[in-house]
Structure formats: structure tokens, C-alpha cells
């Protein structure tokens, strides 16, 4: 950890990640600056009680400039303010798509970081109404988040992870990997398939409610329960499901799961999906 006093730049602070990281580093030991280009956002930021800087004014002398902005504007964004930056200014972005696509206007002497928020995890034993409440993370529950450093320069690391710690607390723990392990993580395990999973729960319900006909109340409460069960015995191992139970899963995979679904870990699917969500017609390599 370093005990540096940073000056750090928030890109896009009145978004919906530069809001929540503004929110936290707001109230650490650094000296923050907040740039916002649309009316709403910088609507926002006022409210919240911080002052809008001009991008260029507010990258001048930051040791670390974080880019909140969608995905897709990070490669203008980055063409315009990283030939504004000192050598050796920390540039951290807060999704890995757009460095692994190569989207990042490069220059040698800057240091290109990613953190992830992983999110509180399902099994947090969370102890007050505050971290109940907290589902997304960076306001009472704890949570981990897992970055990649292109350079791997330990003092770099040590610096961008004091900026993960505050703009995403309270952090239990940091995960060092590369770009593309990062990749990996977001969007092919967290979003390809547990959130596609999420959703395909919620049409299971409807389809329960409105096809078949049962008592939406009564549905929920079965699927809810049914739904920690899964998790705890699926990823944590509490308990084994039953004999029945298992036959019962393995028609759903039969029916559902595609024989190849696997392939979404190939290189080239990772690339095709992120190409769809980057607006590309192809990734740079
Ligand atoms: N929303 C999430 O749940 C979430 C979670 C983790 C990571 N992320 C990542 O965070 C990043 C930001 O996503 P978001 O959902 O907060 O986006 P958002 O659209 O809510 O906010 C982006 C903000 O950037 C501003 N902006 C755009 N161009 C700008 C510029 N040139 N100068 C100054 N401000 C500019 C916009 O006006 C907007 O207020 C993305 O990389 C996203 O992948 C988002």
C-alpha cells in the first residue's frame, strides 16, 4: 500500500461509476478532481457537492486519471487526455474491454490499470441493514476486486491499488491479473453466463406465473429459497443434491445447455462478443 497523497482525476464523474467512485474518494486524503461533459452529469456532481473541472485542467497534474466513461467512448477519450498526462500518470479503466480490444490510445511512458469491482459476494455474512442494502458494493458491504497493471511495475500497482481501495470501499482484497485473464472474468463468467443466468431465472418465473399458472407469491418464495440452495451446494459444496434432484438437472442441461457451449473460453469467442459489445467490426491485435 502506498501513502502517497495523490492527485487523482475522475473522468466522467457524474455517470453512474463515476458517481460511486467520486462519492468514496471524495471523502479520502487526496486531492480529487472531477470532469464531466453532459449537463445531467455535471448536474450531479454539483448536487453531490463537488466542483466541476475542465478534463484538460483537471488531468494536468494527476498521478492517476481514471476514465469512467462507456466503453465506447474510451478510445476518443483516451486520444484526446493521455497526450495531455505526465510520463508515468496511471490511466485506470473500470472494465477490461477496452484494453483487451486494444481501444487505449498508447503512449510508452503512461501506466494503463483496470480494477473491476467484484461485487459483495452472495455468501458475505453481512451483519447491519447498511451492508444488507448493499448490494452493488462501495457503500457498506465489503467486497474484493480483481485489476490488471499492463507494466507490472510494483510501485505503479502499489499506487493504483491505494486509488482501488478507497474508490471502491470497503475492499477485503485486491486480485493481480492480466488484461485478457481479466477479460475472461468480465464479460464471458460474470455477464455471458451468471447474469445471462440471472435473467433466464426471472423468465423461469414468468413463465411459471403466467404459462402454467401458479401464484406469483407462491412461485417466488419457492424460487428464492430454491435459488441459495443451488449456490450454496453448486459453487460452495453445503450440501449434495439429491438422487432426484440430479437427474432433474441433468434433463435441464439436456435441454437448455448447448453441447458446446464450452467455446465461449476460446479466444475468438471472447473476441466476437466483445466486438458486439464494443460496436467493432473487429478486434486489433
Ligand atoms: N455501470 C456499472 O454497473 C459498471 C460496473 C463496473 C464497471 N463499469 C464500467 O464503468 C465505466 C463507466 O460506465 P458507466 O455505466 O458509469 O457509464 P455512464 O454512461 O453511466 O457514465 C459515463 C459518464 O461519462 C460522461 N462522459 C462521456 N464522455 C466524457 C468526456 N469526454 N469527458 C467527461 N465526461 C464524459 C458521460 O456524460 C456520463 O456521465 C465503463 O467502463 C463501464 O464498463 C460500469
Same mark, same amino acid.
Given at each position: 500500500m502506498s501513502d502517497q497523497q495523490l492527485t487523482i482525476a475522475v473522468i466522467g464523474a457524474g455517470g453512474k461509476m463515476g458517481m460511486r467512485v467520486s462519492n468514496n474518494l471524495q471523502r479520502s486524503s487526496h486531492t480529487v478532481r472531477y470532469a464531466e461533459?453532459?449537463? !445531467?452529469?455535471?448536474?450531479?456532481t454539483t448536487d453531490a457537492g463537488r466542483t466541476v473541472t475542465d478534463s484538460a485542467e483537471a488531468v494536468v497534474d494527476a498521478d492517476v486519471v481514471i476514465l469512467a466513461v462507456p466503453d465506447i467512448a474510451l478510445g476518443p477519450v483516451s486520444a484526446d487526455l493521455v497526450p495531455q498526462l505526465r510520463p508515468g500518470t496511471i490511466v485506470l479503466t473500470l472494465d477490461p474491454a477496452a484494453a483487451y480490444a486494444n481501444l487505449l490510445y498508447q503512449r510508452a511512458?503512461?501506466?494503463?490499470?483496470? !480494477?473491476?469491482p467484484c461485487h459483495p459476494s452472495v455468501f458475505l455474512q453481512r451483519k447491519t441493514e447498511a451492508e444488507l442494502n448493499d448490494t452493488f458494493g462501495g457503500i457498506a458491504a465489503p467486497q474484493e476486486v480483481v485489476a490488471a497493471l499492463e507494466s507490472g511495475d510494483a510501485g505503479k500497482q502499489a499506487v493504483a491499488e491505494e486509488v482501488i481501495r478507497q474508490m471502491y470501499a470497503p475492499v477485503l482484497d485486491v486480485h493481480w491479473v492480466t488484461v485478457k485473464q481479466l477479460a475472461y472474468l468480465e464479460p464471458t463468467l460474470v455477464e455471458v453466463v451468471a447474469c445471462m443466468v440471472g435473467d433466464l431465472l426471472n423468465e423461469a418465473l414468468q413463465e411459471t406465473v403466467h404459462t402454467v399458472g401458479v401464484p406469483e407469491p407462491a412461485a417466488r418464495a419457492m424460487l428464492m429459497g430454491h435459488v441459495q440452495v443451488a449456490l450454496a451446494n453448486g459453487l460452495r459444496g453445503d450440501n449434495p443434491f439429491s438422487d432426484a434432484c440430479l437427474i432433474?438437472?441433468?434433463?435441464?442441461?439436456d435441454k437448455i445447455i448447448k453441447d458446446d457451449w464450452k467455446s465461449i473460453f476460446n479466444d475468438?469467442?471472447?473476441?466476437?462478443?466483445?466486438k458486439q459489445m464494443l460496436h467493432l467490426d473487429h478486434i486489433e491485435r
Open positions: 461533459n453532459s449537463p !445531467a452529469g455535471r448536474q450531479r511512458d503512461i501506466e494503463y490499470a483496470v !480494477a473491476h432433474a438437472m441433468d434433463y435441464g442441461r475468438a469467442e471472447l473476441d466476437h462478443v466483445l
